[in-house]
């Protein structure tokens, strides 16, 4: 394995040699969860894989380009922040931000908006998050791919056994769609993705769309679900720990909120460009608090180089974005809280600094970054918008690192929020 940590290399790797590096390893546990790497994550670097990839980003277009996201954001903001409201002593954040996150992708995906105490929903909820807590920790069976033919561990089976129910989930959404399907009607992502998928049947090579089926299409939506949720939660994790220990930063977000939006409607995707700050803040919480750490790994498709080195055909290569993110040579005061980093002289957004890659480059960048900044930039404006935050009397603001493996998070922590009046 080859591991990145600074821009330069970064850089050179993703952005100048693109395709080199754009394979994905050979991890039997990749093939399981992915039906055989017929989603856009984990799938290699061909010329189906490219067309997959083409045909989710214009439906991601698609369904951005009318007030869809928006909606489904209020909606879910609604729903969730009269439950933040009612906490009227010190509470751990994360059920309700969860809450937010899921019933938000899930009115992206399938455009209904679901009721938070359902019992399928809050099923889901609860799979997918063991989901990622096993996934991201990896397998044994990896390192001694026999075992997948003599004997599996328990983690392994447990694992299966829970992406066999969600990817079956969305199995039924898909069909559920097409069966009442119309082009001039769309409601969701999966209905765009269904027109984009019709709209290729007339453009692109039949040969190469042959091989992508409805399969393909079902691990689509999982890849936009489950890559969206758990960076956006942990995101919002880290964002609401950072404001509750540091007042000053958060007094700045109020007022630009007040002064823009007011308080009598909640932000829409038209404040955004007015909210620099807010953004800045949120950049500054995406640097600090990164995510998934390492991302996902590559794999080289030949014989190439990096920084002067030899890498050789089918190398395991990872991008360490937390080391990019505290880089001492990109970052003054690399520990220091500092939305002012991301803006110009005039107070407005400046263009992104070189050493910020939270949703990585060049042909495997974030399928979903698209939907990722506007969603995260709403929930971050609507929460501020509403309460402000402080940790109990006594906790100190420092953050602790929790979880491990491919995504980290804060260590369990509690808030007090009032609503500002």
Not at 107 to 122: A, H, I, R, Y
Not at 295 to 319: A, F, K, R
Not at 364 to 384: D, Q, T
């Amino acid at each position: 394995m080859v591991v990145l940590n600074d821009i330069e290399s970064v850089t050179e790797a993703l952005v100048k040699r693109k395709a080199e590096f754009a394979n994905r390893p050979n991890l039997p546990s990749l093939d399981k969860l992915s039906n055989g790497r017929k989603n856009i994550v984990f799938a290699n670097y061909t010329p189906a894989w490219k067309l997959h990839r083409k045909i989710a980003g214009k439906a991601l277009r698609q369904y951005l380009a009318g007030k869809h996201l928006e909606e489904v954001l209020h909606n879910s903001m609604h729903k969730c922040l009269p439950l933040m409201a009612e906490e009227k002593e010190e509470f751990d954040p994360e059920p309700i931000i969860d809450l937010m996150v899921f019933h938000m992708l899930n009115s992206v995906c399938f455009g209904k908006s679901t009721e938070l105490n359902d019992p399928e929903f809050q099923d889901f909820i609860k799979k997918d998050k063991k989901f990622t807590e096993l996934i991201g920790k990896g397998f044994v069976e990896d390192m001694f791919p026999i075992m997948y033919k003599i004997w599996t561990t328990q983690k392994y089976r447990k694992i299966t056994e829970i992406f066999d129910v969600i990817a079956e989930r969305y199995r039924k959404k898909l069909e559920e769609h097409k069966k009442s399907f119309d082009r001039d009607y769309i409601r969701d992502f999966t209905d765009a993705l269904i027109l984009a998928r019709q709209e290729a049947e007339d453009e692109e090579d039949k040969e190469v769309l042959s091989e992508l089926t409805d399969l393909h299409l079902v691990n689509t939506i999982s890849d936009i679900f489950g890559a969206g949720i758990d960076t956006s939660r942990v995101t919002m994790y880290f964002a609401v720990h950072y404001m509750a220990g540091l007042p000053e930063i958060q007094a700045k977000v109020h007022e630009e909120i007040d002064r823009v939006v007011g308080k009598n409607r909640l932000p829409g995707v038209k404040d955004r460009e007015n909210l620099s700050y807010t953004e800045a803040t949120l950049h500054e919480v995406m640097r600090l608090g990164t995510a998934v750490p390492v991302g996902v790994p590559h794999s080289t498709l030949c014989d190439t180089t990096v920084g002067g080195y030899d890498v050789p055909e089918n190398t395991m290569v990872m991008i360490n974005h937390w080391a990019l993110h505290h880089d001492p040579n990109y970052w003054k005061d690399v520990d220091t809280f500092d939305p002012t980093r991301f803006l110009n002289e005039e107070g407005k957004l400046s263009m992104k600094p070189e050493s910020w890659l939270p949703f990585s480059a060049g042909r495997r960048v974030c399928l979903g970054e698209s939907v990722a900044k506007p969603e995260l930039h709403l929930m971050f404006a609507s929460i501020m918008q509403r309460f402000k935050i402080s940790l109990p009397e006594g906790t100190s603001p420092e953050i602790l690192i929790g979880g491990g493996g491919a995504a980290i998070q804060p260590a369990p922590f509690k808030i007090i929020v009032k609503e500002r009046k």
